[in-house]
């Protein structure tokens, strides 16, 4: 049994502002265990944010548990804290203060040694322009200040909030890797991103977010079988007979579509069976290749976002699971 | 303890610091470099160079009489006996020199330059460095480091103090220095007992705890609003309604002692432990004019409404951080 670095039960938040009250979270619950990098995905909206905010304790919730480490929270986030370093949504920083202020003076404001923060620079690729004001930072520049502030600590646990946020092709891979060797050295990290190529390569585990409830969690690979269409794809020697292998397939008792110059044939136990069925009628295959599933479409799916043509999304629009699941 | 010290550090780094403390001390430096122009000391030397243009001026003066007013007035007057030239005892050499500077009488009257151009400077940095850590989001991140909220407010609000208290003693030793070096060159320092010192080391005091007062007032107000701009709009606010419009309004509707509600009356008040406020018209008689009616405002009113307001404001702030939302 591997121990639970984060847990939380049926957490809720209702936003009270000027646009009347808004409910974020709706009894959200989340499992993160010890060395994962655990992905955090959720429409826009959705409440990723409000779930961090919660955790640090910057909003208070109304009602549902959180434990970090053990402890339950906000009581015990003093005690705690000094092992949970975190980003939420793009920190900013004083803009008139250098990279290495900053860093400094949160150094000792946490009662940590100074030599950390040249260690932070390092590990994020700003120690040349350490001395630079933080005014003239580029977006990805501030990223990576953001993501070393969170760092200083050396946390067990650490959060990011979309931490690629801004980031070039080449920042993201060095984040990816920076997160593989922190994980790699006992460090469990909550991801939160938009980019699910980049959760699908390094996530472990993921919790799927949609209106305040949690829609799927559970390891990548589990949410995406769960999931996946087990569809395949036939392509024919010659693309004419298309219609009339169709057919020759839904009399065999399988569903499949003409899309485009190949079809796509879904409940299929055993791919063999199709070319079997289709030889008898001189029907012969060409590629046969069964469609995995990405994470990009279970989560359009699950969340009930994937684009529709002709019609335009509201940022609420996504799917609502009923409570007690 | 941390904390402090990264506060402290905060505070003293920050730009607009270093820039409000160069600006009021160069303010301060003009209005010393102003009374060194308008004052001398009256050396010997001095009075006999006035008394030689007062004698100078006299004789000028009786000359044109003599020339052009004598005839017309003989001509006009009923009684010619009364055309006479300019009275002599007019002409003294006092009119004719730069005023001393009299340390002793003045300390007291000018204090409130000190004290004023400081609180201001107090208000804006005390408003500045909370609200600048809120508007930018560094408030939050702090947050995430240090949890508990109220002691986080509280350390800011404590260093702001500190320093404050630091920055207006210093500032008052230079002023009291300048003031002094002043009265060496162009009047004198007489008088300058221990009691005197006694008591105008109290008033700089008094004038030390108002700065404070000030920074916590910018402070409070800019951490409830979250914002640097609220504390600056309530200030700007309170000085062109509260105080220009109301002390019209007041005048205007005749409204007795009606400088009771005016915040430098008060901030004059602290400082010189009291004021008379006059009102209800003047009676005019042959030794000048004497009010009809004077009211006394002293500093222990005025140092209880500042105090009131001052803690009403910061335990606002205080509760607002404790129940808001920090997102
Ligand atoms: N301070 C606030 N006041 C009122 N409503 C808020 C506030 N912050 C967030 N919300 C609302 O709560 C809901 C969840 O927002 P949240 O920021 O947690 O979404 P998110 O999952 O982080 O989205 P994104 O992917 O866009 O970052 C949204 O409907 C949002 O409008
Ligand atoms: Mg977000």
Known sequence: MTSSVLEIKGLKKTYRSRGGPRRALDGFDMHVEAGQVHGFLGPNGSGKTTTLRTLLGLIKSDGGEMRILGSELPEALPKVVSQVGAIVESPQFFANFTARDTLSLLADAGDLPQSRVDWAFELVGLRDRANERVKTYSLGMKQRLAVASALLKQ????????????????????????????????????????????????????????????????????????????????????????????????????????????????????????????????????????????LESVFLELTGTAPVPGQHRSVDDSVRVESGQ | MSLVKAERRRFFKRRMTVWMLVIGLAILGAIGAGFVATHSKHTPEAVAAGEAKAKAAYAKEVREFEDKWKKECEATSKDPAACQGPPAEYFTAEHYMKPEFDFKLFYGEILIIWAAIMAMIAFVLGATY??????????????????????VLGTKLGVLLGSMAAIGTATLLLWTGMLWGIAKVAGHTNGMTGSAWGSFGLAGLRGV???MAFAALGFGLASLGRHTALALGVAIGVVIVGQIGLSIVL?????????????????????????????????????????????????????????????????????????????
């Not at chain 1, 646990?157 to 979309?162: A, K, P, V």
């Not at chain 1, 995406?224 to 065999?252: C, F, I, P, R, Y």
């Not at chain 1, 295959?285 to 995995?292: C, D, F, G, S, Y």
């Not at chain 2, 909370?130 to 002691?151: D, H």
């Open chain 1, 155 to 294: 946390p067990r646990l650490l959060i990011l909030d979309e931490p690629a946020n801004g980031l070039d092709p080449g920042g993201i891979r060095e984040m990816r890797e920076m997160m593989a060797t922190l994980s790699a050295g006992g460090m469990t990290v909550v991801l939160s991103s938009h980019i699910l190529s980049e959760i699908q390569v390094i996530c472990d585990q993921v919790t799927i977010i949609s209106l305040g409830r949690r829609v799927a969690y559970g390891p990548v690979s589990e949410v995406l079988a769960a999931h996946s269409t087990g569809q395949v794809k036939v392509v024919l020697e010659s693309a004419v007979d298309l219609g009339l292998a169709a057919s020759v397939l839904m009399n065999a008792g399988l569903a499949a579509t003409v899309n485009g110059d190949h079809l796509l044939v879904s409940g299929v136990d055993k791919p063999a069976s199709i070319s079997r069925a289709l030889a008898a009628q001189q029907l012969y295959v060409a590629e046969l290749t069964p469609q995995h599933a990405d």
């Open chain 2, 130 to 151: 909370i609200g600048a850590e809120w508007s930018s989001g560094a408030m939050m991140n702090l947050l995430t480091w240090r949890p508990k909220r109220i002691s």
């Open chain 2, 209 to 211: 705890a108002m700065i």
């Open chain 2, 251 to 327: 005048a205007m509707a005749d409204v007795p002692f009606f400088e009771r509600y005016l915040i430098p009356v008060h901030m004059d008040a602290w400082l010189k432990k009291s004021v008379e406020l006059e009102g209800g018209g003047y009676t005019c008689g042959p030794s000048g004019c004497i009010p009809e009616a004077v009211s006394e405002l002293t500093y222990k009113t005025s140092g209880l409404i500042g105090l009131a307001v001052v803690v009403a404001v910061t335990a606002l702030a205080f509760w607002s951080i404790k129940r808001r939302d920090v997102a």
